[in-house]
């Protein structure tokens, strides 16, 4: 028999009893479309897990602390130190690696202006290694980074990087501290509604930092100019500093902690760097980098990607139980589709042994009847994953469609998939997201579900004999 007439009797048999084709059918539609919904659900939560995990913070990126005693496992004090990260640079994965130092430990001020007038606070200072800035994903509004030269205490000038509202955070030192016009802030307006601009000019101001101590005839001050070098574009998630700080090469950072320390006479020296951040080559390694930091003995360090495996954790959970619900509904279907099968059987046992007396191979009967299972599941699947396209359609829309029918409120969602979603009135959020690999995998797996139950029938049929199946009524 050829395989054209083994698709044309599959067909017709399917045709002549449509009723309990199409009841079969439902089955398997209800299943698919329960199945692909519920992984749907699973890769939107997941998606929206990781844009908001992204908008927090770098997710390849670990944070290393050096607060507390660290021992290594010799029992010697272990230090965040240079050589420390130097050998996490070594670490497989590992793309960069820079100390991150505040000036919390120094006092002085950064001026601009005549006669130094507009001040700010070297709170916003930040030093960190000129050459990790570009790995570490920071980028330039304007000019370059930072070059990478011993620092100098006799230096005449500092290179510094800036953030682009950096300008708004000097203050007019002629004022009081109580009084308004002491301060601006980015967006305020005059009178007239017009935008007033920083005190500080960024790109024209020259900007003096100076370091003291002491007070009256005991203070002591050294000053450098700085000299900017390059415009940060501001990322929120990488640190409020690129929009409003003061980077500093970490080796300048240093001299002036020990010029300070020498100004006070501070013998005291800090031997481990507060932060160190690792920038990994790529999400997936983060574990393994994390895994290899704690290795080196460094073991108190946090990243996203911890709290990522937390909600992916808690989404797969979701899905198991959803998935093992619809995965109860194509088992059923399965069994629908062994039962119309063997009812099919039942009623075309002369047809069969009919077959067997013209010479039919026993191969062409058994294919006939599992493509006939093969094509219910296929079918079955095609019509779930389009109702299931048509519901995640209507899921992402819901207030949208709402709104048509005057119901303006947000929907709240938030406990589908164990997530946090809520649909404000312009319907933004994906609440499912349906790939084509999925719809694809879903028609793929129908398919082979119809055809698993297809096997059984199938084998029942092969084995009846031919002359009982010609008596056969």
């Known amino acids: 028999m050829k395989i054209s007439d083994e698709i044309s009797l599959s067909a017709r048999n399917l045709l002549r009893r449509k009723g309990r084709t199409a009841l079969t059918l439902v089955g398997v539609v209800i299943g698919t479309c329960m199945v692909v919904l519920m992984i749907s659900l699973g890769i939107a939560q997941t998606k929206t897990n990781e844009e908001m995990l992204q908008s927090w ?99 005449a000038k500092l290179q510094i990087l800036i953030g682009g509202s950096t300008g708004y955070e000097f ?36 900007m003096t930092l100076t370091i003291k101590t002491g007070e009256g005839s005991t203070e002591k001050t050294r000053s450098w100019e700085l000299e900017i070098v390059g415009v940060l574009e501001p990322d929120g998630a990488k640190g409020y500093w690129t929009r409003s700080g003061v980077v500093l090469r970490i080796q300048d950072m240093k001299m002036l902690q020990k010029v300070y320390n020498d100004m006070t006479k501070t013998k005291t020296e800090q031997k481990s760097y507060d932060q ?29 990607n911890q709290q990522r495996e937390e909600m992916q954790q808690q989404v797969m959970k979701s899905q198991m139980i959803f998935g093992g619900i619809a995965a109860v509904s194509l088992f059923v279907a399965a069994i629908n589709i062994i039962n119309t099968m063997t009812m099919a059987i039942y009623e075309r ?26 094509t219910i599941g296929f079918i079955g699947g095609l019509i779930g994953v389009a109702f299931s396209l048509l519901a995640s359609f209507v899921l992402n829309n819901l207030s949208t469609i709402l709104a048509a029918f005057g119901q303006d409120g947000g929907v709240d969602l938030s406990g589908l998939m164990g ?14 997201i349906i790939p084509p690999w999925l719809m694809l995998a879903a028609l793929v797996f129908a398919t082979l579900v119809g055809l698993v139950a297809g096997i059984l029938p199938a084998n029942k049929a092969v084995k009846i004999s031919a002359l009982e199946a010609i008596r056969h009524d």
């Not at 930040?126 to 990478?148: H, K, R, V, Y």
């Not at 967006?187 to 017009?194: E, I, M, P, R, V």
């Not at 920038?279 to 108190?300: C, M, P, Q, R, Y």
């Open 57 to 155: 913070g770098d997710l390849t990126q670990v944070q290393i602390y050096g607060y507390g005693t660290m021992v290594g496992s010799d029992g010697k004090p272990l230090y965040l130190d240079d050589a420390a990260i130097a050998n996490i640079k070594q670490i497989p994965h590992v793309a960069a690696a820079t100390p991150y130092a505040q000036a919390y430990n120094l006092e002085g001020t950064i001026t601009a202006g005549r006669n130094d007038r507009y001040m700010m606070e070297i709170y916003n200072l930040i030093g960190i290694d000129p050459t990790a800035l570009e790995p570490m994903g920071f980028a330039l509004q304007s000019g370059s980074w930072p070059t990478n030269t011993p620092a100098s205490e006799k230096a």
């Open 276 to 304: 160190v951040y690792v920038k990994v080559d790529d999400l997936k390694n983060v574990t393994d980098v994390e895994t290899a930091i704690h290795e080196l003995g460094f073991s108190n360090t946090y990243s996203m």
């Open 171 to 206: 203050q007019d030192s002629r004022k009081s501290y109580n009084s308004p016009k002491r301060y601006r802030w980015q967006g305020q307006t005059d009178a007239n509604g017009k935008e007033l601009p920083p005190f500080v000019d960024i790109d024209k101001d020259k």
């Open 349 to 374: 046992t002369r047809e069969i042994g009919v077959m067997k007396v013209l010479g039919c191979e026993l191969g062409s009967i058994r294919t006939m009847f599992l493509l006939e299972s093969s």
């Open 419 to 432: 997530g946090g979603y809520y649909m404000g009135g312009d319907g933004s959020a994906a609440i499912s």
